[in-house]
């Protein structure tokens, strides 16, 4: 993966994407340039999360500030700043300014003030990132913590109430882990959390999926917009994985090598909602896997019950 910035470049005509594109060739390593139709479909369904959007006024379906708001409630471009290109009109640029856009460029453009100014933005965005970075990553782990967690799943969780999708959410624990801990010593625990953690992390393939530590021995992974039964399919990907990882685990009751039990969860959020639910369920759902003799993975199949139960 590369370490360059991404840039989606959206921009009316083919000749000042093409402009745009050839000014940044040598700072960013990939230029997405899109059109109107390409830049609402993107938005529905992003494949990466861009660093900087140069965008067109005259591109958009709807008024600035309606898509300011859009963009920036979206949980993978809420953090990515608009550059936004206009006429030379000082009310324009207020207002532009006021809708939520980091910056202006007019038109025509200046190409070295405008490069002055993406790069300045992209500097501003590579800070950020690094900061970002710190405070929802797991010291040990590298993987999302669980504040990272709360805030995506709180996000995934809204955008499918408003757009009348699904969601699903499992939770993995290792089985035995206090065994395992006071077999191995505490610093060879450690290793083990980071080895299951990035095994989860390279098995769970789809860029808007995420995996977090939950906490101790626990993990969780966001799946937005899955059938229920592609993630029994993720499921049995991950116990595979993490038995191909063979860690031994002499304490265990269940198996000479580390396993995981996991919780699986999955509903269509509706509207008077919390995503505590799915919280619930799924945390009911690895009850079930673990009372069942762990090594194995289980669904909630009574989100009545929770419901039930999260009201009392």
């Known amino acids: 993966m590369s370490s360059q910035p991404l840039v989606i470049i959206a921009a009316e005509t083919l000749a000042l994407q093409a402009q745009l594109g050839d000014l940044l060739a040598a700072e960013v390593c990939v230029t997405g340039a899109i059109n109107r139709a390409q830049l609402y479909d993107w938005l529905d369904e992003p494949s990466q999360i861009p660093d900087l959007l140069i965008l067109e006024q005259g591109l958009l379906e709807e008024d600035l500030p309606a898509f300011c708001r859009r963009w920036h409630n979206h949980p993978q471009t809420r953090h990515c700043d608009i550059l936004l290109l206009g006429s030379a009109d000082e009310v324009l640029e207020t207002e532009a300014l006021m809708a939520g856009v980091a910056d202006y460029l007019r038109k025509p453009l200046n190409p070295l003030l405008a490069l002055t100014r993406i790069k300045k933005q992209l500097a501003q965005r590579a800070q950020c990132k690094r900061l970002e970075a710190l405070?929802?990553?797991?010291?040990?782990?590298?993987?999302?913590?669980?504040?990272?967690?709360?805030?995506?799943?709180?996000?995934?969780?809204?955008?499918?109430q408003r757009e009348g999708g699904n969601i699903g959410l499992m939770m993995v624990d290792i089985d035995h882990f206090k065994s395992f801990n006071d077999h191995y010593g505490h610093p060879q625990g450690d290793r083990c959390l980071t080895q299951v953690a990035q095994c989860l992390q390279k098995t769970v393939q789809r860029p808007r999926d995420l995996v977090a530590r939950y906490g101790g021995e626990e993990f969780a992974l966001v799946l937005p917009s899955v059938h229920f039964e592609g993630m029994a399919v993720v499921a049995q990907r991950l116990q595979a994985a993490i038995a191909g990882l063979a860690i031994a685990h002499a304490a265990s009751a269940v198996s000479q090598y580390v396993?995981?039990?996991i919780g699986l969860a999955w509903c269509e959020p509706q509207a008077d909602e919390s995503h505590e639910l799915l919280l619930a369920a799924a945390d009911e759902a690895l009850y079930a896997a673990k009372s069942a003799g762990r090594n194995q993975f289980s669904e909630t199949v009574n989100l009545a019950l929770v419901r039930q139960l999260l009201e009392h």
């Open 135 to 160: 405070s929802v990553t797991d010291g040990l782990t590298h993987i999302a913590n669980r504040r990272y967690l709360d805030e995506f799943l709180c996000a995934e969780w809204r955008r499918a």
């Open 259 to 261: 396993t995981v039990s």
